[in-house]
């Protein structure tokens, strides 16, 4: 980035982005100002800029102390990211690969199915994938990946939970245990 480029208007749009991503993503910020950059945020998103996007659904890997304040935000950036429909795709698989906690994400991804279910499937099917049935110290993720399988009614996703009846961690295989029974399997 040259001397030019910082003081263009792409620079300094650019640099305002970043600064409204990481004041969304900070829970030391106060309320009031991580809303106002989840509200540029979100205006940049309805653009279709990607970078925003992810912005917004990095407010998802953050607790903040005061859970009220915490739910009310993540429900704010979840509804306007469905409001963004399949364009969020490919931003919203890059963050379910990613993140240790999904449960937001596959929030985000299972009303965008209710319009386009065999848009969703190769998400669900990588994130199969990518949490498969062997050893993880930390079986959490896969467990609301198999939650998840199991509450929806698409019939690959019974055929999704029968390799996890092999996992080693007895919390997975019942999980998927009682999805595959809501799956009348």
Request: with cysteine.
């Amino acid at each position: 980035m040259g001397l030019k480029d910082f003081f263009s208007s792409e620079g300094r749009a650019a640099r305002s982005l970043q600064k409204h991503i990481a004041r969304a993503r900070n829970k030391d910020a106060q309320h009031v100002d991580r809303q106002v950059s989840l509200d540029v945020l979100r205006e940049a998103a309805h653009d279709g800029n990607e970078e925003a996007m992810s912005g917004l659904l990095g407010r998802f890997t953050i607790r903040y102390d005061k859970s009220i304040e915490d739910e009310e935000e993540k429900e704010f950036v979840a509804e306007e990211l469905i409001q963004l429909g399949a364009k969020i795709l490919p931003e919203l698989q890059k963050h379910l690969r990613s993140a240790e906690s999904i449960s937001w994400g596959l929030k985000v991804l299972q009303e965008i199915a209710h319009k386009d279910k065999d848009a969703t499937w190769p998400i669900l099917q990588d994130l199969c994938e990518r949490n498969d049935n062997t050893y993880t110290r930390d079986p959490s993720k896969k467990m609301q990946l198999l939650h998840y399988l199991g509450e929806q009614d698409h019939p690959r996703c019974g055929d999704a939970l029968i390799p996890y009846l092999e996992d080693i961690d007895e919390g997975v295989r019942f999980v998927a245990v009682e999805g595959l029974v809501k799956h009348k399997r």
